[in-house]
Structures are given as structure tokens and as C-alpha cells.
């Protein structure tokens, strides 16, 4: 089992729709969870970290469900601009970060 | 610089030849990584620093992959006698100290062809 899993999609919707994604991690003893983003043929930048209680940024929200091991990422309104892969990053509470292979949103006109 | 900087940009090399991939972090940033990317892939992790020692090395592919720091700054990744399928992008990214709850921050990557 990989330790951090994402469906790879693509996820093709529509403008102003709301999608999300899920992330699931087999580490436990996991620290912090972060969401980064990727255009294509670009490095991964941060879009938020994920907190235990949950926290929102605009039009996008992360959640963190510890009992079941996954983190989810909401985005309302979904914009052109949004298409991208969104990867999924956990930090055991040492150094390393592991990385999803990301999931590709297609956001559509 | 203001993020992490890394050269060259892209490199096209012939196999068998080795190549060395540069890496200038974040000023002030303690740990730095590489992590490898092929096309359509997630990051592999390749090699972490603290400072200018690398405790974990467990994901360089083979012995012809090594990785130093100096000055606690810039690194180098040096790949010998490449290989066709060491073809990827290869990233660096940086982190503050006691990273596990501090994002990475990543270099624009260098594009590795080799033909």
C-alpha cells in the first residue's frame, strides 16, 4: 500500500462547480498534511497547509480526518485558472515529505 | 535569492556521460531535498540535508546517484554513467528547520534528457 494515495483523476467539471478530493495516508503517526499545486511542466507550490480543525482560504477548504487518515480539499466556484494537479503531502513528524501522485482537475468553460 | 534556485534549467546529455544538477536554496533554510519527477509521475524522494549532513539517502536509485552540501547552502546532485531512464525532472526544495510542520519550498526543477 502506498503511504499516501489519491485518485489521479482527471476530474473534468465545469465552471462554478464545487469539487473535491480526498487523500488517504497509512502513517499514523502522521504530523502535517499539506496541499501544493502543480501546473504542467512547473514545480509544486504551496495552495494551503491543513490544520486539525479544518481551515479555508476563499473558495478552497481542507479538512483533516484523523480517526479514518484522510485530508480533502473542497474548491467552490471553480475557476479556468484552477485546472492544474493538486498533490497531497504528508509529514511523518520527521523530515520527509510524501508526496501523492497528484489528482488533474480540468475545470471546463 | 528570494526562492530556491536551481541550474540548469534543462541539460540534454548522452548515456554514460555524468551530469551535475545545482541547487541554491532559500537563505536561512536548514534542510533542503531532492526529489525526483518523471513524466506523469508523482515526487520520488531522493536525499534530505540537515545542514550539511544527509542522514537519509535511502532513496538515491543507485550508487551512480550521490549528493553533497557545503556551507550549509548550495548542493549539488551528481548522477554518473547516466541512463536513459534516469531521464526526469529533477527538483529541489528547502525547508526551515524542524520542517515537518513547515511547507518545502521548491526550485523550478531541472529538465534531465538523456540521449
Known amino acids: 500500500r502506498k503511504e499516501v494515495e489519491q485518485d489521479p483523476g482527471p476530474f473534468n467539471v465545469p465552471e462554478g462547480a464545487t469539487v473535491a478530493f480526498n487523500c488517504t495516508y497509512s502513517?499514523?503517526?502522521?504530523?502535517?498534511f499539506f496541499w501544493y499545486r502543480q501546473d504542467c511542466r512547473k514545480e509544486p507550490k504551496l495552495l494551503m497547509s491543513?490544520?486539525?480543525s479544518g481551515n479555508e482560504d476563499g473558495r478552497f477548504t481542507a479538512q483533516l480526518n484523523r480517526a479514518s487518515q484522510y485530508i480533502s480539499l473542497l474548491i467552490r466556484d471553480s475557476k479556468l485558472s484552477d485546472s492544474a494537479t493538486y498533490l497531497c503531502?504528508?509529514?511523518?513528524?520527521?523530515?520527509?515529505?510524501?508526496f501523492g501522485t497528484g489528482t488533474r482537475l480540468k475545470v471546463l468553460a | 535569492g528570494a526562492g530556491v534556485s536551481q541550474s540548469p534549467s534543462n541539460k540534454v546529455t548522452e548515456k554514460g556521460k555524468d551530469v551535475e544538477l545545482r541547487c541554491d536554496p532559500i537563505?536561512?533554510?536548514?534542510?533542503l531535498y531532492w526529489y525526483r519527477q518523471s513524466l506523469g509521475q508523482g515526487l520520488e524522494f531522493l536525499i534530505y540535508?540537515?545542514?550539511?549532513?544527509?542522514?537519509?539517502k535511502s532513496g538515491l536509485p543507485s550508487d551512480r546517484f550521490s549528493a553533497e552540501r557545503t556551507g550549509g547552502s548550495v548542493s549539488t546532485l551528481t548522477i554518473q554513467r547516466t541512463q536513459q531512464e534516469d531521464s526526469a525532472v529533477y527538483l529541489c526544495?528547502?525547508?526551515?528547520?524542524?520542517?515537518?510542520?513547515?511547507?518545502?519550498?521548491f526550485g523550478q526543477g531541472t529538465r534531465l534528457t538523456v540521449v
Open positions: 526544495a528547502s525547508s526551515q528547520a524542524g520542517a515537518q510542520y513547515y511547507e518545502a519550498f
Open positions: 502513517n499514523s503517526a502522521s504530523q502535517s
Open positions: 491543513v490544520y486539525s
Open positions: 503531502v504528508v509529514n511523518s513528524g520527521t523530515y520527509k515529505y510524501i
Open positions: 537563505s536561512g533554510h536548514t534542510a
Open positions: 540535508f540537515q545542514g550539511n549532513s544527509a542522514p537519509d
